[in-house]
Structure formats: structure tokens, C-alpha cells
């Protein structure tokens, strides 16, 4: 008897979602491959590159011997900079040994999840969600309880949603602020207030995932963790891929209590050991030196919102949320479920980006994978003269709906 290959993979792989950013990245290459010209606004990487100083750093690493394994939570030298930039930015004060440095601030999250959760434990998410955040619960036997909340109120759920949501199973509440996919950022009044609920129950944990950090218009960042009701259990995850343009280097990290840190460190070393030295090196050297160069993104990115959000106004029919960091707009489009062009029919935020691919040849990503399926993360992570002409294509595409 031949198996065939489905039965052969395990149940934990094919019940997982293929990640739907990843899998718009996968259209655009197939259509480009057909000789269309694609404008991807898909993928959440900052299309600025990695600040010289930084490169440097990492290329007089690498002529110092940087080679070789490092300790699997981090570079001495990393993790007391870390400690140091929790110290200056959040007012946080995680040592260095409560700091785990991993493969991207994805295994960060990863690794939380499996120290913390065993099959039945359940992690309130605040909706929408950043794609991985389901499925790595699912992948470590958790089980996702989502709390909504609309483009009416900026996606930011009231604290007597969360406390709704909280059971004897919580383990931790999991949000990041600012948001992927929404660009919401959370205001310290709004934070004070969701530790005021937590504070009432001692069981519940808090990771708080600040990868965008610095990409925040609003006058400050502020760190949930920095909350006395809550910081003796709160996780705090952050990262160099968007602040310093950093994707392709997989460098991430979180504070945390030092037995989570621990725990952390233990899974890791069991998976994939320490992250690279001379990344390491390099993000010593990109926390403690001149932040200039991420500025200047975060203001190029603050201009490029301004001119999508001007560009959209200009669609009927769609209702952009007003992003004050990372660089999302998330915007409703259920005006248009029920429409067609003669060929397809809009039932859904699949549908609505499947059919914006294959029409205008524009890259986005459904909010179903985010948890709303009403809407679509449109990045505008790209050139002012792409982000232009693919509004401009979805507008003349759209107009041919009725």
C-alpha cells in the first residue's frame, strides 16, 4: 500500500495555516514569473536598508572572530545592552540575565508560548492580531480567545472586554503595541487601565510584543510592563527588524521574569542554540549608538501614511482606520461584499484581495488571517511612486464593481 504524503505528515502540520502574508509574497512572485508587473503591499519589511553604522559593526565583528557559537541567551554585551535600552526607553528594569536574545522576535513569542502553555490553557489576544500569534498558541497545545474590537474605536478593545475574557485557564494576555496589523498604539491611560483589570487577577501574565516601537507617531511609547500592577508579570518582546531595518539578520528579544527567561533559554537550546555573533555585535552597537537613521524612517513612514490615507479617501466605499505607528493601514471594505464585475463575486476580505491580485496586480493581505475578516493590511512599507500607482489601481479596479 502506497501512503500518501498527507498521511504521512503529522497532525500538528497539516492543521497549521500557511502564513497569509507569505502566501500573497507567493502570488506576486508567480504573477511577476507570467511577466505582470506586481506591486507588493504585503509583506511587513521596512524597504529602507540596515543604517551603515550598524553594517559596520557587524563587518569589524566578523574581522574580530565573531564566528562561533555564542551563549544560548545572548552576548554579555547584547543582553547588558538590552538591559540598558529597557532601562532608558520603558522604564523597565529587566537585568541582564532575565533577557533572552533569539532568531527574530517570532522565536521570542515561540519560545513564551511553549513554557508557558500546556493543552487547555487559554491566551486572550486582542483582535485583530498579528498572523503567527494563533497559530504558535495552537502549535503549543494553547488555545486562542480572541477579544474584538472594530475600525469604530481604532481596534483597541475596552478594558471590560478584556476582563470578560479572563477564565481560571488564562495564562497570559498577548498584544502588540504598536499593532500589526492595525498600527493602533496603545496610550498610557488605555494601558493603565488594562493593568488595572489584571491587577485583580495574579494568575494572568502579560507579553507584550513592542516590535514596532520605533516606529511611533504619537508623542510617546509607552510599555505596559512599566505598570506597577504589572510588572512583576509582564514579558516584554521587541527586536532590530523594523526599527533598524534588520529583517534578513533574525535578531530579537524579550525581558522577563528570570524563571520565564530561564525556561526560554532552556527551549532554545534545544532548537536552535544562540543567534548569530556578529548580529549580536551589531545590535549592541545599533541600541547604544545614534538612532538618527531610525528617525528619519519613522518620519518617511510617517508621510507615506498621510499620502495613503489621502489616496483612500478617495475610494468609496472604503473606511480607513487612522494608524499611529507601524506602517499599516487596516481598512474596512465590507461595503463592497456582494459585488462583482461580471465574473467574480466580493463575498469576503479573501475575496476582496484575491480579486485587487488578479485585477490590478496589487499585493495585499486579507484581515481574515488578522482576525477581521471585514477588512485588508495594505503596507505602505514601499516607495511614494508605488504606493501612488497601486492606489490608483485599485481605485480603477474597484470602479468596476457593481
Known amino acids: 500500500m502506497t501512503l500518501s504524503p498527507s498521511s504521512i505528515l503529522s497532525e500538528r502540520v497539516r492543521t497549521l495555516a500557511e502564513s497569509e502574508t507569505l502566501k500573497m509574497a507567493r502570488m506576486a512572485r508567480e504573477l511577476r514569473a507570467q511577466g505582470y508587473d506586481v506591486i507588493s503591499l504585503s509583506l511587513g519589511e521596512p524597504d529602507f536598508d540596515t543604517p551603515n553604522h550598524v553594517k559596520e559593526a557587524a563587518y569589524e565583528a566578523l574581522k574580530e572572530g565573531y564566528t562561533k557559537y555564542t551563549p544560548v541567551a545572548g552576548l554579555p554585551e547584547l543582553t547588558k545592552a538590552i538591559s540598558e535600552k529597557f532601562k532608558r526607553d520603558n522604564h523597565l528594569d529587566y537585568k541582564p540575565e532575565q533577557i533572552v536574545v533569539s532568531n527574530g522576535a517570532k522565536q521570542s513569542i515561540y519560545n513564551i508560548c511553549q513554557v508557558l502553555l500546556d493543552p487547555g490553557d487559554e491566551v486572550v489576544l486582542f483582535a485583530p492580531y498579528w498572523v503567527s500569534y494563533w497559530e504558535i498558541i495552537k502549535l503549543s497545545g494553547g488555545i486562542p480567545v480572541p477579544v474584538y474590537a472594530g475600525v469604530e474605536r481604532e481596534f483597541k478593545p475596552t478594558p471590560e472586554q478584556l476582563e470578560a475574557a479572563l477564565t481560571s485557564q488564562t495564562k497570559f494576555v498577548l498584544f502588540s503595541s504598536p499593532c500589526n496589523p492595525t498600527g493602533a498604539v496603545f496610550s498610557r491611560q488605555e494601558l493603565q487601565a488594562y493593568a488595572e483589570v489584571l491587577a485583580r487577577y495574579d494568575h494572568v501574565y502579560v507579553v507584550s510584543d513592542e516590535i514596532y516601537e520605533y516606529i511611533n507617531f504619537t508623542p510617546e511609547h509607552v510599555s505596559i510592563g512599566s505598570f506597577p500592577q504589572v510588572r512583576e508579570r509582564t514579558i516584554t ?166
Open 237 to 402: 518582546v521587541n527586536g532590530f527588524a523594523k526599527g533598524f531595518a534588520m529583517t534578513g539578520w533574525r535578531l530579537g528579544y524579550m525581558g522577563a521574569p528570570k524563571f520565564i527567561a530561564d525556561a526560554c533559554s532552556k527551549i532554545q537550546g534545544q532548537v536552535t542554540s544562540g543567534a548569530a555573533a556578529f548580529s549580536q555585535k551589531a545590535g549592541a552597537v545599533a541600541l547604544l549608538s545614534d538612532l538618527g537613521p531610525t528617525y528619519a524612517m519613522r518620519e518617511a513612514f510617517r508621510q507615506r501614511r498621510e499620502l495613503v490615507l489621502s489616496l483612500l479617501e478617495e475610494i468609496p466605499g472604503i473606511r480607513a482606520n487612522h494608524p499611529e505607528g507601524a506602517f499599516y493601514v487596516f481598512p474596512d471594505i465590507s461595503d463592497f461584499f456582494g459585488k462583482t464585475d461580471g465574473s467574480v463575486v466580493i463575498q469576503d476580505a479573501d475575496d476582496f484581495c484575491d480579486f485587487i491580485m488578479n485585477s490590478a496586480h496589487v499585493g495585499l493581505v486579507s484581515g481574515t488571517a488578522f482576525g477581521d475578516s471585514n477588512c485588508f493590511r495594505l503596507s505602505y512599507a514601499a516607495s511614494e511612486a508605488q504606493l501612488r500607482e497601486a492606489i490608483q489601481r485599485m481605485k480603477r479596479a474597484l470602479q468596476r464593481l457593481h
